[in-house]
């Protein structure tokens, strides 16, 4: 079909506006999916923005509520002398004293050098664990004889007493007229922990 000019230039006016439309709705679409895409982008900078917010929140609840628990804690470590240097003669006079109140046949022992357990770290300093290992050899009648000399031990403070091990043998020893014979013997290792706040010391 061949259309003459008359009919092309009157079709001509149709088809320049048929294109601006397609243009139109060409730049609508565009337009739309950049609005959805901003839009998109907007909310995932606010949800960012609210699980920051709600992790500060908590670790200022966090805080908070350490700050509050931390007196107590303090308190109930330094009644029992454990905060600070370690307290060498206070062990010596409550085993020396645990030793006569208990009448104990036979009770030997030393302290090993301190050492470092570990370093927490802390705020505005570190929390330092320390560590003297006690080897202490003790003749016993019977095993009840060990469990009271560790529960005294541990109740007269001075330090967080923590038994790495004790091992109980039998002496073999037989009782001989009115004599008391100890039928066991005991060979154990506590570590006695101190604790040294580097922020308190300052």
């Known amino acids: 079909m061949t259309l003459t000019r008359e009919e092309l230039r009157k079709l001509l006016l149709p088809g320049l506006a048929a294109l601006a439309l397609v243009a139109a709705g060409a730049g609508l679409v565009w337009g739309a999916q950049q609005s959805v895409r901003s839009a998109l982008l907007r909310l995932a900078a606010a949800e960012a923005d609210r699980r920051e917010s709600t992790e500060r929140l908590t670790r200022i609840a966090e805080e908070e509520r350490e700050v509050k628990e931390k007196p107590d804690v303090y308190q109930q470590l330094k009644q029992l002398n454990i905060l600070g240097e370690e307290h060498r003669l206070e062990w010596a006079d409550a085993i020396t004293r645990i030793r006569t109140q208990?009448?104990?046949?036979?009770?030997?022992y030393r302290v090993d050098r301190q050492k470092l357990l570990i370093s927490a770290p802390g705020k505005p300093a570190n929390v330092d664990f320390y560590a003297s290992t006690m080897k202490v050899e003790l003749a016993l009648l019977h095993e009840e004889d060990l469990l009271r000399f560790l529960a005294d031990l541990r109740a007269s403070g001075n330090a967080y007493y923590s038994v790495k091990q004790c091992l109980i043998t039998r002496t073999g020893q037989a009782a001989t007229g009115a004599s008391i014979v100890p039928r066991l013997?005991?060979?154990?290792?506590?570590?006695?922990?101190?604790?040294?706040?580097?922020?308190?010391?300052?």
């Open 185 to 202: 013997r005991a060979d154990c290792e506590i570590d006695l922990i101190t604790i040294i706040d580097r922020a308190a010391k300052r």
């Open 102 to 108: 208990r009448e104990l046949l036979d009770l030997r």
